[in-house]
């Protein structure tokens, strides 16, 4: 049985850091892209970045270029995202998504399993 599970969230004041981790299971996560997308209360999901199978093709949301870094260990199965120079606007439930394709996707519809989410508050 698949099963992504999303670690390392919590309070954070603004200009601090996170680093999210996502474990998986379940299915060929060395051969899987991988991506993590947010959702603020009252707003719909939305992409942050991804990561294609090998780790080297990357691709981000313009509003956190620059101060996010996705990355992969295929040999641990997770995946994790380095959050830097966090503001309040990044405050949201991120989830782990993984798709069966090798590219790097941004649209949810693409990504065939999903995490349960972990809660991202960022404190100005």
């Known amino acids: 049985q698949v099963q992504l599970v999303e670690s390392g969230g919590g309070l954070v004041q603004a200009g601090g850091s996170l680093r999210l981790s996502c474990a998986a299971s379940?299915?060929?996560?060395?051969?899987?892209?991988m991506g993590w997308f947010r959702q603020a209360p009252g707003k719909e999901r939305e992409f942050v970045t991804t990561?294609?199978?090998?780790?080297?093709?990357?691709s981000y949301s313009d509003s956190v270029k620059g101060r996010f870094t996705i990355s992969r260990d295929n040999a641990k199965n997770t995946v994790y995202l380095q959050m830097n120079s966090l503001k309040p606007e990044d405050t949201a439930v991120y989830y782990c998504?993984?798709?069966?394709?090798?590219?790097?996707?941004?649209?949810?519809?693409?990504?065939?399993?999903w995490g349960q989410g972990t809660q991202v508050t960022v404190s100005s």
């Open positions: 379940g299915f060929t996560f060395s051969t899987s892209a």
């Open positions: 998504a993984a798709a069966r394709g090798r590219s790097t996707y941004t649209r949810a519809p693409l990504y065939d399993y």
């Open positions: 990561i294609s199978w090998r780790g080297d093709s990357t």
